[in-house]
């Protein structure tokens, strides 16, 4: 029930009628405009803006926007759930609901469960999304900057199917670049001092102790038959075996944060000869016979000039046809495909897939990446396909205020699973998440698991946890007293007398909305803030109760008042349960 989607669908269907009538031109488009909650709880439930996005095209019939905010107000206030249609300004609209809305928005709440707010738009239903996030090279254990994007990936993955998306979850493994033939080189070392040799791990290799059980394994696996070896003989069978104990390693480090994917994708497989023309060399092909690559020459770089820059004819993708800056190359100088041209081959085979939407996740480092890949799937797709690249900017890893050193077992960097084991997967995810992805994020390990109103985890679930003690503060007091809450939508929520207890109820009645702006968004930290708002209202509301006990959820005298502010409790815990499980962080009876 998302009442700001209704009546936007009321106001359009009231400009429809008067584009019927030639008043308005029938073909405005009602996507402009927005119902949202307005900035100021003074002025009502709902704020609308129509009349003034609409303002060039009313002046035919009307004198100014204000004249058909006017008539649409005319119009809502005629309806049984109006209680009143205001004009405010040169035409926004300010609109209260009769509180029966609310006591209604509250036993569907209470109906629905965790459900309220699933889908609740419509407008997601049938869209089909393919989210791609952490990718981390094959090369060693994550680090807490790969956990943000991978907390990050897993709320959208979420957030998006509770709107009604069909998603799809994946992970691209980087292993066909030179990275992972030094990881290669790196575990054959650590294979060498398994067998006994004293190793001395040179510059340019991996130097963490993480290898070390590798070597031990390829010792169980070869024994010494790759020892004196000329490097072409043990290259690929050492790679093969190192990247696939990495990804094991990758999917455990994923899993101590309840992430998984659907999809494992391998970027070598899009090499593969042995059944024809690679991938890549048929995606190349298509955009050639689309007119979008050329032999051509590209203009130097402003500035100084890359050591790496060739002056020279080279095969080039039309990005510049599709907002990018420049043109990009396809080819190394030796004829290899580049990078970019493997990502456009994985890209068009998603585009195969028949996804709508495409979600990269990418580290803030790939920002300059952006315009070539989004003007890549425009030509694939021929502009039908959207891509949305979400950048996450650096975690600094803190401690009391003081930066954290270096971890042993990684060689330079902390491991996200040494996070995690230290402060939990629920501090570790919303943490990450408490945050827009691309502002920079200071995770403090002492200060994420503190127990006070400062730690928005602790304060969000806290609030949950306090939400079932007055359930059973109440069983308490009233022994056998049903609190289903199917017994609870029956209370009588007109004996909820304080103002407060209605602004709650108003504040539950966003979620929905909140649910579909982040969604629309790819924004989950929306989310997040709008739980600790959920939380801080419950909390202050029940401070009130300390000194005023006649706004206690629990009255000893009154039993019918006491059900009608557990219905109330209970639609606050579906909600805060509700939102915290498309976080992926639970939702506690109790705290300890």
């Known amino acids: 029930m998302n009442i700001f989607a209704e009546f936007h669908a009321r106001i359009a269907a009231l400009l429809q009628k008067m584009g019927a009538e030639g008043r308005l031109p029938a073909s405005l488009d009602m996507a402009r405009f927005v119902v949202e909650p307005p900035r100021e709880a003074s002025l009502g439930d709902l704020a609308c803006n129509a009349a003034m996005v609409f303002a060039k095209e009313v002046k035919a019939s009307f004198s100014n926007p204000r004249q058909l905010a006017i008539e649409l107000a005319a119009a809502l206030s005629e309806m049984p759930d109006v209680d009143q249609a205001e004009v405010a300004g040169p035409g926004f609209l300010n609109i209260r609901l009769k509180i029966e809305v609310y006591a209604d928005i509250l036993r569907a709440i209470l109906r629905e469960g965790q459900n309220y707010g699933r889908g609740a738009s419509g407008r997601f239903k049938a869209t089909k999304v393919n989210v791609e996030y952490v990718s981390a090279n094959p090369t060693g254990p994550m680090h807490v900057g790969h956990g943000r994007g991978a907390v990050f990936g897993d709320a959208l993955a979420n957030l998006l199917e509770f709107a009604g998306s069909q998603v799809t979850r994946e992970y691209y493994i980087n292993d066909a670049g030179a990275q992972v033939d030094v990881l290669a080189r790196s575990a054959y070392l650590r294979y060498l001092e398994a067998l006994g040799e004293a190793v001395t791990v040179p510059e340019g290799l991996y130097p963490g102790d993480y290898l070390k059980p590798v070597g031990a394994a390829l010792v169980a696996k070869f024994g010494e038959s790759l020892r004196g070896k000329a490097e072409g003989e043990w290259l690929a069978p050492v790679r093969a075996f190192a990247i696939e104990a990495m990804m094991d390693m990758i999917r455990d480090d994923l899993a101590a944060l309840n992430i998984t994917h659907e999809v494992f994708f391998s970027e070598r497989s899009l090499h593969d000869t042995s059944n024809g023309p690679s991938d890549v060399a048929t995606a190349i092909e298509d955009l050639r016979q689309k007119g979008l690559i050329y032999e051509g020459r590209l203009p130097p770089p402003k500035g100084q000039l890359p050591e790496d820059w060739e002056d020279r004819e080279q095969t080039l993708f039309r990005s510049t046809r599709f907002g990018d800056d420049v043109d990009r190359p396809l080819r190394k100088s030796d004829g290899a495909f580049t990078y970019f041209a493997s990502d456009i081959a994985y890209h068009s085979k998603k585009i195969a897939a028949g996804y709508d939407v495409l979600v990269d996740v990418w580290g803030a480092d790939h920002g300059g990446y952006v315009k070539r890949m989004s003007a890549a799937v425009a030509a694939l797709s021929d502009g039908k396909v959207a891509l949305d690249v979400k950048l996450c900017q650096l975690v600094k890893l803190m401690r009391d205020g003081e930066p954290v050193k270096m971890s042993k077992r990684s060689g330079d960097f902390v491991t996200l699973r040494e996070v995690v084991d230290e402060v939990g997967v629920d501090a570790a995810r919303f943490m990450m998440i408490y945050r827009k992805n691309d502002a920079p994020l200071e995770f403090d390990l002492a200060k994420v698991i503190e127990q006070s109103k400062d ?57 929905p909305r909140v649910v579909e702006s982040a969604a629309s968004a790819h924004e989950p930290h929306r989310l997040a803030f709008y739980l600790h708002d959920v939380a801080s209202f419950f909390h202050s509301h029940w401070n009130r109760g300390k000194d005023q006990p006649q706004l206690r959820f629990v009255n000893q005298d009154r039993r019918d008042l006491t059900c009608a502010r557990l219905a109330l409790v209970t639609g606050l815990m579906n909600v805060l349960a509700s939102g915290l499980s498309v976080l992926g962080v639970k939702a506690p009876e109790e705290m300890r």
């Open 455 to 511: 730690n928005p985890v602790f304060y969000v679930q806290y609030a949950h946890a306090r939400a079932h003690s007055v359930l059973r503060q109440a069983l308490a007091v009233f022994p056998g007293l049903d609190v289903s809450p199917a017994r609870l939508a029956e209370a009588d929520l007109a004996l909820l007398d304080d103002e407060n207890e209605w602004a709650l109820i108003k504040l539950l009645a966003q979620y």
